[in-house]
Structures are given as C-alpha cells and as structure tokens.
C-alpha cells in the first residue's frame, strides 16, 4: 500500500479511536450511561444523610453511573473530588458547597474541560455565574424567616425582653449565613427579641450540645434557642436536660430541617416548631443532569418545596416522614 494511503489509514483509525475513546468516556465506558460526579459535603447530619441517599437511589433509579466522594465537611477534599471528576471526564459535576467562597478556581477548570456543574442543596458567591449551570435547593433565607415569623407570633401581645441563643450551623455556609439573616429580618421589628448568644454548632449534635452548655453558663437567661438544625437541637436539648431544665417548655427551640428525630421530639414536647429543609432532591439533580449533559436548557434557580411545622402536628405528620 503506498506510504500516503498507509498514512491517511492510520490517522483515519488514530481518529477513531480518538472519538470512541472520547464518547466511551463521555458515556461511562461506552455502556451509554450518564456519568454523574457527586461531591457531598460530609455524613454530618441526618439531614445530609438523607440527602445522600436519596442521590444515591435517584441515580441507581435513572440508571446514571454515580461517582460519589464524602468531603468530610473540608472544602480542600472537595475541591480534589472536583479536581478527580474532571481528569476522569465525567459528563456532569454536581455538589453541595460546603461554604460559600472559594470556588471560582477550580470550576473554571471544569469549564475549561467542558463539564457542566450543578450545585444542589447549598449556593456559591462567585459573581460569575456562568461557572455553574443551575442551582437545586432551599430558600435558606425563606427557611430563616418563617422561623422568626413563629417567633413573633408565640409571643404577640406578650410583654418582656426574649432572650434568644442561636445555634449557627457550619461557618460560611449558605445555610448558616442565610437562616441567621432571615430569622434576623423576621424578629427585628420587635425590641423584645434580644439575641444573647449566637456561635457555630457546625450542623452537628455534638457540638450543638457543647454550645449550649456554654451558652447555659454563660446566659442567666435564656428563653428561646434558635438551631439553624435538628441535629444541633437535639444535642442541645441533652444539654437542657443535664442542666434540669425543660426543653420547649423553659427554653422554647425553633429548629430547621424536618428528620424524624426532631419530630418525635416534637411530638414529646421538646421543640416547639420545625421549618422544613427538603433533602430528598435526588430525583431532580438526576433529571437536570440528564438534561444539561444533552445541553438542554434548564432553570438558572430550581427551589423545592417544604414548609413549617409545630408541635400539634408533630404525632400526626410522623408515620409518613420520608427522612
Ligand atoms: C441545608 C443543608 C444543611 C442542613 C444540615 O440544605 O445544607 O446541612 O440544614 C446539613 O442538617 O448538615
């Protein structure tokens, strides 16, 4: 065969294989599948847990091939997750950004290698919103106020300062910042409500119950704890306990998110009030991944819907808690 026709032969099959390799891993391995690289915050919570699994079905259900890696609440290891999805060329990037700064980085290299990111259930501040394709999750904001919204009203027509510790989840998150200013902007047109103590519990029950014995020796006061989670709630109220006082009848607790936990303690008359935070978003980040690794257009801003609950309801709404 003369050297030319050898020539164009061989650049004909190294193209090929080039585009087969590519399409193999743009496909999972040529299987077809979507290859979804999920970076998750961490096992902090039974909230993140439930996120977590509800992914992981959503994914196994859509038939998208999962790479999942569990940051252990450090933005460096999800930055590496980040970083690993994009050397193996998955199709789609999602993840929960454990705070908000930082990022700008590294999803400009998942930008420069064409992959779509989704972030879902926590938000970024980077100005440049072209950095990521949409967003999946709660109004933290929203979720603030209608905790401060049930404040107001327990405690309509009823004279006397409020004292109120507040129990911040992790710092610089999108949850931590956005339900502090929400409950803020809810309570600050009454002088009564006075925010005594307000320090991080990082969304977990150990440190939440840490807090709150400090917040007890150092408060003389306390008629209300805000927890920006259940989980920190929960931690607290064994601190209350410890202490020989009465959860939700001495200290009042507003808490956020909704596990079943929180409900039974509800129901045993130890919260007062839950806002729901809705983790179960597996079944649309695997739909907005479908459709954003196809290029379709899709919603800049995805909300989910959830909503508030006191202890009234708690026993009856418990049997059908999905988390
Ligand atoms: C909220 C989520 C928060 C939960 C916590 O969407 O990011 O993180 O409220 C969890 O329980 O740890």
Redesign the pocket.
């Known amino acids: 065969m003369p050297k030319k026709v050898v020539s164009a032969v061989a650049a004909g099959l190294l193209a090929a294989s080039f585009l087969t390799a590519c399409s193999a891993d743009s496909t999972g391995g040529g299987d077809g599948r979507l290859v979804l690289g999920f970076a998750q915050?961490g096992a902090?919570?039974?909230?993140?847990t439930a996120n977590t699994k509800s992914v992981r079905e959503s994914a196994e259900e859509a038939k998208v091939t999962l790479k999942f890696s569990d940051a252990q609440q450090k933005q460096e290891n999800q930055i590496k997750a980040i970083r690993s999805f994009i050397q193996q060329r998955v199709d789609v990037i999602a993840f929960?950004p454990v705070v908000e700064s930082g990022w700008d980085t590294v999803l400009k290299e998942a930008k420069n290698a064409k992959i779509p990111v989704v972030l879902t259930?926590?938000a970024i501040d980077s100005k440049d919103t072209s950095l990521y394709t949409t967003f999946l999750?709660?109004d933290?904001v929203e979720e603030g106020k209608k905790a401060g919204d049930w404040l107001t009203k327990e405690y309509e027509g009823k004279d006397g300062t409020v004292n109120i510790v507040e129990l911040q989840?992790t710092t610089g998150?999108a949850?931590a910042n956005d339900r502090r200013a929400g409950f803020a902007q809810a309570v600050k047109g009454d002088p009564k409500f006075k925010v005594v103590a307000s320090q991080t519990g990082d969304?977990t029950r150990a440190k939440g119950k840490e807090v709150m014995q400090a917040f007890l020796k150092s408060q003389p006061d306390i008629d209300v704890l805000y927890a920006?989670?259940?989980?920190m709630a929960l931690g607290a109220i064994q601190a209350i306990e410890e202490a020989g006082k009465k959860p939700g009848t001495d200290i009042k607790i507003i808490s956020?998110?909704g596990i079943k936990d929180a409900f039974q303690a509800m129901a045993d008359g130890k919260i007062n009030v839950v806002v729901e935070?809705n983790p179960l978003l597996g079944d649309q980040l695997m739909d907005l991944a479908k459709k954003v690794s196809k290029g379709e257009s899709v919603p800049a801003r995805v909300k989910v819907d959830e909503g508030v609950f006191t202890q009234e309801q708690a026993a009856a709404a418990l049997p059908d808690r999905k988390y």
């Open positions: 915050v902090e919570s039974g909230w993140r929960s259930d926590r999750g709660s933290f989840g998150s949850p969304f920006h989670n259940d989980d956020v998110d935070c």
